[in-house]
């Protein structure tokens, strides 16, 4: 669904005046729901309750539907197939680092949120996030987090973290297939750019 589709379909649900007036504030649809908090949209022209719950509803679909589409990632070898399962990354307003863990034939087992920072880092756990792949009998790995800033150029966190995670995996024959940063429309791959 197109971010202006998002926003035709939302003031077709909610009070038109409310929404016009969140995407001013926040530039789209998809952002006006998920950046902006309840408080702004409780005090926008038009919403009450059923408005509110409305909202709630709508958020709560949504989530699902993100969901059930990384789940239904059938082949975890492209990374354009990975970025486009978790685009909804691009909107988080925190940096998030993702772990998919994946069997011999990079296909989704289970995916995990290890950890949600602020908006310029996110710090995590290499034993943490190994030793579930190692309870999941997980042939590999790929991280995938956001940028909040929409850039997508790696960090030197970002080079350490692969480089960090690419030794464990090695030790532990769990290799890292790729590490794919998520920003404004657009991705960064490791492993296309030849870094891992």
Partial sequence: ??????????????????????????????????????????NSYGMGPNGMKKLRAIKRLIKDLEAKKINGLSDASRPLDI????????????????????NNHN????????????????ITDIKCVFSMAIRLKAASIIIVHNHPSGRVKPSEEDRKLTKDMKVAGEILNIPLLDHIIIGAGRYYSFSEEGKI
């Avoid at 530039?27 to 902006?36: M, R, T, V």
């Avoid at 978790?86 to 863990?101: N, S």
């Avoid at 995916?111 to 908006?119: F, K, Q």
Wanted: hydrophobic content about 35%; some cysteine; proline content about 1%.
């Fill in 107 to 122: 296909k989704l087992l289970k995916y995990d949120d290890v950890s949600i920072g602020h908006t310029t880092a996110a």
């Fill in 1 to 42: 669904m197109s971010e202006c589709s998002i926003g035709e379909t939302l003031a077709e649900l909610l009070p038109r005046t409310a929404v016009e007036e969140i995407i001013t504030t926040y530039g789209d649809g998809y952002s006006a729901l998920f950046k902006a908090e309840d408080v702004e949209w409780r």
């Fill in 83 to 102: 970025y486009k399962s978790m685009q909804d990354m691009q909107y988080f307003e925190t940096e998030h680092i993702r772990v998919l863990y994946l």
